[in-house]
């Protein structure tokens, strides 16, 4: 066999190697992109830290209805939200307890903005308050008498009951009405208790 006949020979062998190399790649790369899609296309269970089951879809219809896709995720509450955006926006501690504040304000039909507002007033959230007292409400506080609680959730759910019982009930439900008994005082400096309230109370949207 000549040396050009060699040569030829072993070239067309490489030719070979390299055409049935491209197509098994081809193939393996279609299959590979086929598992891929089937996979995307179901629903997978995510696990969360807390134990709830999640169901998400990474592949969804254009054209959603309340049967064409069913996500086990409680819809929070927005106002929740709402109160701990404005703490936060003060940098001020009272931001871990949006949950408490609207909780106490559902319980005892209160103005959701109402309590969040009278805290940033009496101490600009819960940053100066009298020591020891998780007191940001100035609730029961005349000169050294001083009302304290064991931590801020007990305050908001007495705060929360006190303004339901000895105000809301008693007809005084605006700023206005409720700064006259809660404190007198501002009112001979022309109701700047009620203006910082109803203030505060106007950003908790």
Not at 1 to 29: D, E, H, Q, R
Not at 120 to 130: A, W
């Amino acid at each position: 066999m000549t040396n050009g006949a060699v040569l030829f020979n072993l070239s067309l062998v490489k030719n070979l190697s390299l055409c049935l190399t491209w197509y098994l790649a081809t193939i393996f790369t279609m299959v590979f992109a086929l598992a891929l899609f089937i996979y995307t296309s179901l629903p997978h269970q995510i696990s969360t830290l807390t134990g709830s089951t999640y169901q998400s879809y990474k592949a969804l219809p254009l054209n959603l209805t309340s049967n064409s896709l069913e996500i086990n995720i409680g819809k929070g509450d927005a106002r929740e939200l709402i109160v701990a955006n404005f703490f936060k926006g003060y940098y001020t501690p009272l931001s871990s307890f949006a949950r408490e504040f609207v909780t106490t304000a559902d319980l005892y039909h209160l103005d959701y903005r109402l309590m969040p507002a009278i805290a940033m007033q009496e101490s600009n959230g819960g940053k100066i308050l009298p020591a020891n007292s998780y007191n940001p409400f100035g609730y029961g506080v005349f000169g050294k008498q001083v009302l304290r609680f064991n931590s801020f959730p007990e305050a908001i759910s007495t705060v929360g009951k006190g303004l339901k019982e000895n105000y809301i009930d008693q007809g005084l439900a605006t700023p206005e009405e409720i700064m006259a008994k809660y404190t007198p005082p501002s009112l001979q400096k022309g109701g700047a208790w009620a203006n910082g309230v109803s203030t505060f109370m106007s950003e908790l949207r």
